[in-house]
């Protein structure tokens, strides 16, 4: 079995925000994929989280194009962390980073701020908290995946996996293993087992990888167009501004990763999937939420002295911005994977080894076998 980087197994997020509640545009049910992240984050799981920090944009450029039935899949994202003496005992050592959420900063957020340190990795006590303490999807359309990152068996702790993971296939959530070692190690340390019972993967990765970066010509002029469409944003409510800080510092946290990370971030910031109707009046206003019908104390100062109407008319012009640079993002993003994939090809062909995806598509050929397409 190939090895992998931890690439696709993950993401996940914080709370959703307690601000002004937005209405949902009238028309039929969006169909969602839920994907839950349970990371290791003892004393030897660095390079784990840096890994998937570093693909996290990457996960969700991919599961943005999801559909089913015609209609664009909504994206949602958890992330838990396990293993760690920092972490409460009466809770098997287990935190939940963030519930299912469709706000991608805020899962940004969350991995960056896990830190590792040694403790007791009980692999069925994290499903088990996963399967309690996540809204999971009641519909039988959905895609609802848990990926388990980490290398101590499988078995240990207090909770029997084999009983937690046949009741998440029972309900419809597949159980997905990924072994920070040989494959091997992973079998006896019954990584694949847990899989099997769960209908899931069983994949292997070596940790201490770096993630192949490749430098773009278009790197530049995407991170350009970035700083520009923050420009767009319009913060509102209680923690607006909060919020759109919190947007900056996830495109710093990716300028530390590499300009791969920024590409793919900015890339991501026009898609579907990156949604912020909960803090920005231009996606709230694609949603159905007007300005002009919002309290003038949940405005932002420059809105408050306008008529409503002005109000309304500011919003459509920031959306029409935002979508002009989007249609520019997205041109050049297209550009830069394809010369980026030629590249990797060279590598590969000269003996270097080239960005493995091989968790990634075992994602994707789930939600193909659950009529997703791409």
């Not at 545009?25 to 990371?39: D, F, M, V, Y």
């Not at 501004?241 to 793919?264: E, I, K, L, T």
């Not at 993002?329 to 270097?352: M, T, Y």
Request: aromatic share 6%; charged share 25%.
């Amino acid at each position: 079995m190939p090895r992998l980087s931890l690439l696709a197994a993950s993401c996940a997020a914080l709370l959703a925000f307690p601000c002004l509640a937005t209405e949902a545009s009238p028309g039929p049910r969006e169909p969602k994929i839920q994907l839950a992240i349970l990371i290791d984050t003892s004393g030897s799981m660095d390079g784990l989280i840096n890994q998937t920090r570093e693909q996290l944009w990457k996960i969700v450029n991919t599961f943005a194009a999801a559909k089913r039935d015609g209609k664009r899949a909504k994206l949602e994202l958890a992330l838990y962390q396990y293993g760690n003496d920092g972490l409460s005992a009466s809770s098997h050592f287990v935190k939940k980073m963030s519930g299912l959420t469709s706000n991608l900063d805020q899962v940004s957020e969350q991995l960056f701020a896990l830190r590792t340190n040694g403790g007791e990795e009980w692999c069925g006590a994290v499903v088990q908290h996963a399967l309690q303490e996540l809204e999971w999807s009641r519909h039988p359309g959905d895609l609802k995946l848990i990926y388990v990152a980490g290398n101590e068996p499988f078995d240990q702790g207090p909770i029997d996996y084999r009983g937690v993971v046949k009741q998440a296939i029972a309900r419809g959530i597949v159980v997905n293993t990924i072994h920070a070692g040989d494959e091997a190690a992973g079998i006896a340390g019954h990584w694949r087992d847990a899989a099997a019972l769960a209908d899931g993967s069983f994949l292997t990765i070596d940790q201490d990888r770096a993630v192949a970066r490749v430098d773009a010509p278009q790197d530049a002029e995407l991170a350009r167009l970035n700083e520009q469409l923050n420009q767009t944003y319009v913060a509102y409510g209680r923690l607006g501004v909060q919020a759109a800080a919190r947007q900056v510092a996830q495109d710093a946290n990716a300028r530390g990763m590499s300009a791969a990370s920024v590409a793919s971030r900015t890339a991501a910031k026009v898609s579907g999937a990156y949604r912020n109707e909960d803090w920005d009046l231009v996606d709230a206003q694609a949603r159905g939420q007007k300005a002009s019908a919002m309290p003038t104390e949940a405005l932002p100062e420059p809105l408050r002295a306008m008529a409503p109407a002005d109000r309304d008319a500011f919003i459509q012009t920031k959306a029409k911005e935002r979508e002009a640079l989007a249609a520019k993002i997205s041109a050049l993003a297209k550009e830069r994977d394809a010369w980026v994939a030629a590249e990797l090809k060279k590598q590969a062909s000269s003996g270097g080894k080239a960005m493995d995806d091989a968790l990634l598509e075992s994602a994707t050929e789930k939600a193909k076998a659950a009529n997703f397409s791409f």
